[in-house]
């Protein structure tokens, strides 16, 4: 049952832009807002992160999910609960940054969960991945911001919660596809 719930919270969270988009055809502003409340709070409850980034990570998603989803509860205004995406994407430029100015780089971090003998070249690559990352939630949380301010709700859906995936997802693969140029195999 917990892990049903938590895949449950976390498709709908991801599908976040596509559910407000079609949601507000069927519910108003104001349930949709309480609605993300309990989800937020069934968030917490069932997030069993051991990594402190983590934990720190789902807490501030959750409080600025939160945030908005009670602003939108209480104005009743879908306005509220399309700054979301924009507060994920700093977040995410927070967490990537700091790990930075603090390494082990956040991206070296999981790296090393799957190899522990990460060789020199590997922690250069990981960082110079990180910086991309952060570069990436910054101009991300930027374009995000605009389809809020200046977009139509269908411009704001599908960047959101098609476009930005499908960057992120082409960054991912990327990656992937380079890692074996840059980092040393193991011996």
């Known amino acids: 049952m917990y892990n049903l719930v938590k895949v449950i919270v976390v498709v709908l969270l991801f599908l976040y832009p596509v559910f407000i988009y079609f949601g507000i055809n069927y519910f ?15 968030r917490v409850v069932f997030s ?11 807490i501030f998603t959750v409080l600025i999910g939160g945030t ?12 509220y609960l399309k700054w979301y995406p924009v507060g994920l994407n700093i977040v995410f430029f927070l967490v990537f940054a ?5 390494p ?39 374009i995000s911001s605009w389809t809020v301010i200046y977009g139509s709700m269908e411009l704001w859906t599908l960047y959101n919660g098609l476009i930005s ?5 082409t960054i991912l693969a990327l990656e992937v596809l380079l890692r074996k140029f840059f980092v040393e195999p193991e011996k």
């Open 165 to 169: 995936y499908i960057i992120m997802g």
């Open 28 to 42: 108003s502003p104001a349930q949709l807002g309480l609605f993300l409340i309990g989800l937020f709070a069934v």
């Open 104 to 142: 082990p780089s956040i991206i070296e971090q999981i790296a090393r969960s799957h190899r522990k003998d990460l060789p020199a070249s590997g922690v250069i690559y990981t960082r110079n991945v990180t910086i991309i990352w952060t570069v990436f939630f910054v101009i991300n949380a930027l």
């Open 48 to 58: 069993r992160k051991n990594n402190k980034t983590a934990r720190l990570q789902i």
């Open 68 to 79: 908005l989803a009670i602003l939108t509860w209480v104005s009743n205004s879908v306005e």
């Open 98 to 102: 700091a790990s930075l100015i603090s």
